[in-house]
């Protein structure tokens, strides 16, 4: 932890619950809550009229897969994808991909490490929106497709309505660290838990039922976000009151490459640095040093996607 207040910061960190959800290669980026959280925070930001816009832009949604609330649309891309997971797989197929972009961590990040991870940076064909672009595309692309048709007011209304849609979700995504950085071991998901002495003390109550996450990323996914608190809303709130100006500005700048590169450093240093040797099991006992250094991390990732959702959509929409 880099920041002042250990005892005080870790008795509170101590007091969070958390909660976890199946998932195979990097799935739900943050969870429900997570991306809830963001989406709030962005919003607290937009300017009165690019609010209204993403509301009335949103209202046209007859999906049915969440409320209307900006928050609750945050949660819509992973729904839509998983509509059919367990039938057709058609939306599953198409769009997993779309999730994560795989940098290796033990690289440097470097152009041609992003290009590999992002299949050579194919171009959209001719003509094709970007909701319904090819399946092998990284979540960079898919970012700046739908941020340039979001943009372009000449975009045909139900298109730009899925471009923001999943723009709610996907800027999210690039801030949850082992969507962005790979250590070969499918962002963490191969990087199996187990629940030792310390960690079950980290955790709060490991008698909870289905309270111990299975693996690493289901950790970073779900696991520090309920640490933070029970309620989204409250959490976005607090989160936005310590945001100030200057770090609100300093936040915004750079392109959704920069915030992957930067993520896929997070995901080095913090998600698997420091991890310690599996078990006999197989299984690695997280220890309480990584717990609430992994929350404090989390805390800010949050907080950086919801400012630069926010910057996105002001700049898209104004």
Known sequence: ?????????????????????????PAFGWGDDGHR???????????PAVRSR?????????????????????????????????????????????????????GTASAADIATACHGHPPLPAGTPASAGPPHAC?????????AELRDPRTEPGERRLALQFLLHLIGDLHQPLHAGDDSDRGGNDK????????????????????????L??????????????????????????IGPEQRRAWSR????????????VARDHGYAGLPPPGDDGRRTLTLAYVANATLIARQ???????RLGSVLNAALR
């Open 254 to 265: 750079g392109t959704p490459t920069d915030w992957a590169r930067e993520s896929a450093g």
């Open 301 to 307: 990732q949050l907080g950086k996607a919801g400012v």
């Open 37 to 47: 959280i963001i989406a709030a925070v962005a919003e607290q930001q937009l300017t």
């Open 192 to 215: 199996k838990l187990g629940l030792g002495p310390e960690q079950a003390l980290t955790l709060g109550r490991p008698a909870l039922p289905g309270f111990t996450p299975d693996n």
């Open 1 to 25: 932890m880099r920041q002042g207040g250990w005892a005080r910061g870790l008795v509170m960190l101590l007091c969070g619950a958390c909660g976890a959800f199946g998932i195979t290669h």
């Open 54 to 106: 993403v509301r009335a832009l949103l209202a046209g949604d007859a999906s049915g897969l969440t409320g209307p609330s900006i928050a609750e649309q945050a949660t819509w891309a992973d729904k839509w994808r998983d509509a059919d997971r367990a039938t057709t797989r058609l939306r599953y197929e198409q769009t997993r991909e779309w999730h994560y972009v795989n940098i290796p961590v033990s």
């Open 139 to 147: 979540l960079i692309d898919k970012i700046d497709q739908f941020i």
């Open 217 to 242: 990323h289901q950790f970073w996914d779900t696991t520090v976000v309920r640490r933070l608190g029970a309620r989204p809303e409250r959490v976005a709130r607090e989160l936005g009151r310590g």
